[in-house]
């Protein structure tokens, strides 16, 4: 069935620095990932999508490129601000199962420092 | 503010109790997920609906939880008999296509 990777659990950065957080995906059919973003005690808001490969999307200074030929999806920033801190969620619309069901990784918290 | 509307916000039951939350999906979207959100952060799907018909569904919600979205009420999802392991965020989303999914805010419910 359909997957989704987060390989980091929990990412720590001082202010102004650059991050990446890896998302890796399985699926039979043709992808669409999207990252989320999900702030303490409130709703994942969609901060990226894509279904276009070797494209690279970019929102509120975040950016991603889909892969296909490796499968990936990270999403990455240049300079990680305090109001970034949150946890990032990478996911994958599960087409395979007919029912649009969104598949999630595990998360990332992130965590930028001063 | 989501165009999800979920309520309550905040639901408090003792084990064995029914535990009802409501979602009103964004106008326009014709597909309605639930999803469990546990401490551990992890994401569940549960059920989800196209219109009013079930298009998928895991187990335990088919054993456990009573949903339903009929035309022009809200949508809901009911825990026939509460477990502690039922507290967690369930979070209602709403899609036109597979690739515009909104959430709502959650319904946080504690089992006590």
């Known amino acids: 069935g359909d997957s989704v990777t987060q390989t980091e659990g929990l990412v720590t950065l001082t202010k102004g620095l650059p991050v990446m957080l890896n998302c890796t995906y399985q699926?039979?059919?043709?992808?669409?990932l999207f990252w989320y973003v999900q702030h303490l005690n409130e709703a994942p808001k969609l901060l990226l999508k894509?279904?276009?490969?070797?494209k690279r999307t970019e929102h509120q200074g975040f950016y991603a490129t889909l892969h296909k030929s490796s499968s990936s999806f990270h999403l990455q920033k240049s300079s990680v601000q305090l109001s970034d801190s949150a946890l990032y969620f990478c996911?994958?619309?599960?087409?395979?199962?007919?029912?649009?069901?969104?598949?999630f990784g595990s998360g990332t918290q992130l965590t930028v420092m001063p | 503010n989501s165009k999800v509307i979920q309520t309550p916000r905040y639901l408090v039951k003792g084990q064995g109790q029914k535990a009802k939350m409501r979602c009103i999906p964004e106008?326009?979207?014709?597909?309605v997920f639930w999803y469990q959100q546990n401490k551990n952060n992890e994401f569940k799907f549960l059920i989800n609906?196209?219109?009013?018909?079930?298009?998928?569904q895991i187990d335990m919600t088919e054993k456990r939880f009573s949903a339903e979205c009929p035309s022009n009420s809200p949508c809901s999802l009911e825990i026939q008999s509460s477990e502690a392991g039922d507290s967690a965020l369930y979070l209602c989303?709403?899609?036109?296509?597979?690739?515009?999914?909104?959430f709502g805010s959650g319904t946080r419910l504690l089992v006590i």
């Open positions: 989303a709403s899609s036109h296509a597979n690739s515009d999914y909104t």
């Open positions: 699926t039979t059919y043709s992808p669409f």
């Open positions: 894509s279904s276009t490969d070797n």
């Open positions: 996911a994958l619309s599960g087409a395979s199962s007919g029912s649009w069901q969104l598949i």
């Open positions: 106008k326009g979207h014709p597909v």
């Open positions: 609906f196209q219109n009013q018909e079930v298009l998928q």
